[in-house]
């Protein structure tokens, strides 16, 4: 029959048939039944009891299921025919007394609605495809739904689990016990979203006896932790790792093993896989988001579709976990997850507008940052600025200096004589022109203050200063270098202490984030975007921001990199002089901080299109011709520029193919006659009965998409670096003749109302408590009874304080008063002695703070004066001797009793025997004496 003369009815059944096809199932028409044919079977208008289904789907012989066909137009009414539906699979079949019949769809062979009725109060949903015969069978093999096993969930054991993770679990297995086909957790960084999914898909495959679960991510780095994770991951309730209990598949190719329960993948590789290609690795390097104008265009025009992929069929996935969820799931990539039939889980720290919006506003768990730092499970940050003349004014290079020019692929310097005079902005900085005294100014302050105010007291035993682990965000590849070399000079040091960590370093990038995670060195780490989010690095206690960033989810992952908490232990393995992380701090040498910031990323750049973006667009299978035109436009302007050098370099990038080559290419895949030259060859092939309208447009299409094919495939993430490269302006001016001042080095106001509300939060919670615990209560209510205070009640303070707020920790506590006033006495080393001197800041007793063991020295030799003044020096120089030691376990211990001088250091010069061989019936006296005295 030929396509003009079909009626919409006949056009939907064959749009179904092919479906079913597609997805293994055979179709027959109710004359010619044979259900032996195949493993599944669909017969066309079978009759029931209460007249013909659309279609009946048997499988292994058994009726399972029925299909109501409407046609196209229909598709927004498919809801309202589900009773319709529902009625033929509750019918009998001719010449079967069968039960009612479990799946149901509704199809326009377009638009497609399912509904399992075997789930507790059955919901229709929409899916990409019919499902496989293979498939039912597996699930009337299990009994009961994935929706009606979900509902059989067992208590959750807590152990191990944070509050918030517990939520998370908690509320996300009763989002899916109502059926609500897309969860999103919000988790500040830091604070185990990963762990809290590697506990919820455990239970998911244990109590659900889920099929496979798909772990999806935006870049291979991402991939690579989230499978670290699943490692080591051990669950409560068995002795074994996550990995022996269940097969984890980290995909490197379009190869999904039969036998793998999670998979985790990138959604770059997905979408190539449901495409039919194969994926250039670079691909997954940076996250798709980073592409603005890739992002957008694919919202306004038809992005390649995806279309159904037996391999990879529908149901492959009961589940898909979808870390950093508020950056890749839009648009273009938004494909992957319409196409299966899945229950949608969202993981971010930083949702925005759209990401509510995707998962319904079903928000399962809320989990700020400030909520994680209040819970002691992130630590809090503070802000110091560094500016300079030029960061912020930029300066003016005169017509007539000799300066260097630089090439950005080579490095390569030349010498030469600026013609004219060139003003350059602070926004030209890194790029147009690289200015070292600016970048050095930066580097030397950030040294000096380091030592002076940001971190002072990282000295260790040989009086040298320890740098702590410090991140630095570069602008690009080419300014990274530039500031490596200068920290190594400024710092004067080798080339272990400061690494590169990007994609384009030369060493292995994760080899030098694993040192710069767990060894030593470098204490040093600049990076561009590779470590920029979801990686890490928990003993980083600075983060130099050497860029600007204008997206606030971007700036917010950024700043994530601090945050995590470290055991004391641990961090001390890495730097030594390190105490405690109680906080980081952000050192803003560009404003960043301050910048006016935007929602997403893909509305951050201008309208006009970066070269970059246009090759990831047809690279990533966006076939548009204005596309297609704008990027040949630029390779053609391009071929003009290239050296032969760089034009020989490109074709081991490209496969062969020169510049006019690939440019012919993206020509031809839209040129009208070069189309219809190809489709006349396929129409060619097709017998003349069969050559109908839609034979001829299937052709043209077929011819197309061929011709888009070979254009795209060119183009890889290396041949898209290396182009984009050639492209830059190929020179740097080096503005060796302006040198830069730093005009501004100090906290940030906004640190100062921060510490004030530390040092407020702090005073509350003690007031709060002085009748509970006792030590604060002598403070506070016996002043009198200081000299009563041991070092048990101290340490029950602190317990108590480091429970219920790890965010006043004596440390920061310190630092923060530090801000407020002037502070002349050193932090104690000892944590307690510390915590005694602020409670006494604290509660009145000092006026100022100071270090309560100098208290202690001060008091002593106040108190050693005084018996030394009149008619006779009371003590000899050796009860002299005694009373030191005396006085040294008071710093320690806070007081000294009898018992005291039974143990070290006092056993050793004859203990209590001795001490009353010297000093006869005033021991006690003298003991009592001094515990009032040194703790006044």
């Known amino acids: 029959m030929s396509i003009i003369n079909q009626n919409p009815e006949q056009i939907a059944r064959d749009n179904i048939d092919k479906m079913l096809r597609n997805a293994g199932w055979v179709i027959q028409s109710k004359s010619t039944v044979n259900l032996a044919a195949s493993k599944g079977v669909a017969v066309r208008e079978y009759q029931t009891d209460i007249g013909p289904a659309d279609y009946v789907l048997f499988v292994d012989r058994k009726p399972v299921g029925v299909i109501e066909a409407k046609k196209e137009e229909e598709g927004h009414r498919l809801t309202v025919v589900e009773e319709q539906s529902s009625e033929y699979a509750k019918a009998k079949l001719k010449y079967l007394n069968n039960d009612p019949l479990p799946f149901v769809y509704e199809s326009t062979g377009i638009v497609t609605r399912f509904t399992d009725y075997r789930d507790p109060k059955p919901r229709g949903r929409n899916v990409f495809h019919f499902h496989q015969p293979g498939t039912i069978a597996e699930w009337l093999k299990k009994g009961d739904s994935l929706r009606a096993r979900l509902q059989k969930s067992p208590v959750l054991d807590e152990t191990g689990l944070r509050p918030a993770q517990i939520k998370a679990v908690n509320n996300l297995e009763h989002s899916f016990k109502k059926n609500r086909p897309k969860a999103l957790i919000q988790m500040a960084t830091g604070s185990g979203k990963t762990f809290t999914a590697a506990t919820f898909v455990y239970r998911l495959l244990k109590n659900a006896d889920a099929k496979r679960i798909l772990f999806l991510v935006d870049t291979k780095n991402l991939g690579e932790q989230a499978e670290q994770e699943f490692m080591t991951f051990q669950p409560n309730d068995d002795n074994r790792k996550f990995t022996e209990l269940y097969n984890v598949q980290r995909l490197t190719s379009s190869y999904i093993a039969s036998d793998s329960q999670v998979c985790i993948s990138t959604i770059q590789r997905m979408y190539a896989i449901l495409k039919g290609e194969e994926l250039d690795e670079s691909a997954e390097q940076d996250n798709p988001n980073e592409s603005s104008w890739m992002q957008q265009q694919a919202s306004k025009k038809q992005a390649m579709p995806v279309e159904y992929t037996p391999k990879v069929p529908i149901e492959q996935f009961d589940f898909i976990v979808i870390d950093e969820c508020h950056r890749s799931i839009y648009n273009l990539w938004k494909q992957v997850l319409d ?293 040949a436009n630029r390779l053609i302007r391009l071929d003009k520029q290239i050296t032969d050098k760089e034009q020989e370099k490109l074709l081991e990038y490209s496969g062969g193919k020169n510049l006019k080559q690939i440019t012919k290419e993206l020509l031809t895949a839209f040129d009208p006659d070069a189309i219809e030259e190809i489709a006349q060859g396929l129409i060619a092939k097709i017998p003349v009965e069969d050559r109908t309208p839609q034979a001829y447009e299937d052709s043209r299409k077929e011819a197309q998409e061929a011709l888009i094919t070979l254009a795209a495939t060119t183009f890889n993430g290396e041949l898209n670096n290396y182009v984009d490269n050639v492209r830059k302006q190929h020179e740097q001016i080096i503005d060796s003749v302006n040198i830069d001042a730093v005009t501004r080095s100090e906290w940030d106001t906004t640190s100062v109302d921060k510490a004030t509300e530390i040092v407020k939060d702090f005073s509350e919670y003690l007031l709060k408590h002085k009748d509970e615990i006792k030590a604060l209560s002598i403070f506070y209510n016996q002043p009198y009874n200081r000299r009563d205070i041991t070092f048990k009640m101290i340490q029950e303070v602190f317990e108590v304080l480091t429970l219920e707020k790890p965010q006043l920790a004596p440390d920061y506590v310190w630092e923060a008063y530090k801000a407020l006033e002037e502070v002349k006495s050193e932090q104690p080393k000892d944590v307690l002695t510390a915590l005694v001197s602020l409670i006494r800041r604290a509660c009145g007793i000092d006026p100022e703070l100071k270090a309560f063991d100098t208290t202690i020295e001060a008091n002593f030799n106040k108190w050693i004066f005084k018996q030394h003044t009149g008619q006779h020096n009371r003590f000899t120089p050796e009860q002299l001797d005694w009373l030191r030691m005396l006085k040294d376990h008071v710093i320690s211990s806070y007081h000294i009793e009898i018992e005291d001088l039974d143990f070290t250091p006092f056993d050793a010069k004859g203990g209590r025997g001795k001490m009353y061989q010297l000093f006869g019936n005033e021991m006690n006296e003298i003991m009592n004496e001094l515990n009032e005295v040194l703790a006044a």
Request: proline share 3%.
């Open 339 to 631: 196409y299966f039939d899945a229950f949608l889980i969202g993981l971010t720290a930083t949702p925005d507008k759209r990401t509510f919006g995707f998962f319904n506003e079903n928000v399962v768990s809320e989990y700020t940052y400030e909520e994680s730092v209040i819970d002691g499970v992130n630590v809090p940050y503070d802000v110091y600025n560094i500016e300079t003349e030029i960061s912020k004014n930029g300066d003016v290079i005169k017509g007539g200096w000799f300066l260097d020019r630089r090439d950005k692929l080579t490095r390569k310097k030349r010498w030469q004589q600026e013609e004219e005079d060139t003003e350059y902005s602070k926004n030209d900085l890194d790029k147009k022109v690289v200015n070292p005294s600016q970048i050095r100014n930066i580097i030397r302050e950030y040294k000096h203050a380091l030592k002076t105010t940001i971190f002072p007291k990282r000295v260790d035993e040989n009086g040298d200063y320890e740098v702590p682990k410090t991140l630095v965000f570069a602008k690009t590849d080419s300014h990274a270098d530039d500031i490596i070399k200068i920290i190594r000079e400024e710092f004067d040091e080798g080339n272990d202490f400061c690494k590169k960590v990007t994609y384009k370093a030369v060493e292995d990038p994760k080899s030098v984030l694993n040192r710069f995670r767990n060894s030593y060195y470098p204490r040093i780490a600049v990076t561009v975007d590779m470590i920029a989010t979801g990686t890490d690095v928990k003993p980083l206690e600075v983060l130099l921001f050497m860029r600007d960033v204008k997206s606030t989810n971007y700036f917010e992952q950024m700043k994530g990199r601090g945050t995590r908490t470290i055991n004391s232990d641990t961090l001390q393995l890495v730097s030594k002089t390190a105490k405690t992380k109680t906080h980081f701090v952000i050192v803003d040498a560009v404003g960043a901080i301050k910048s006016k910031k935007t929602d997403s990323r893909p509305l951050e750049r201008k309208p006009t299109i970066a070269l970059k973006d246009l090759l990831g667009a047809v690279t990533m299978g966006i076939a548009d011709e204005d596309l297609f035109l704008s990027l």
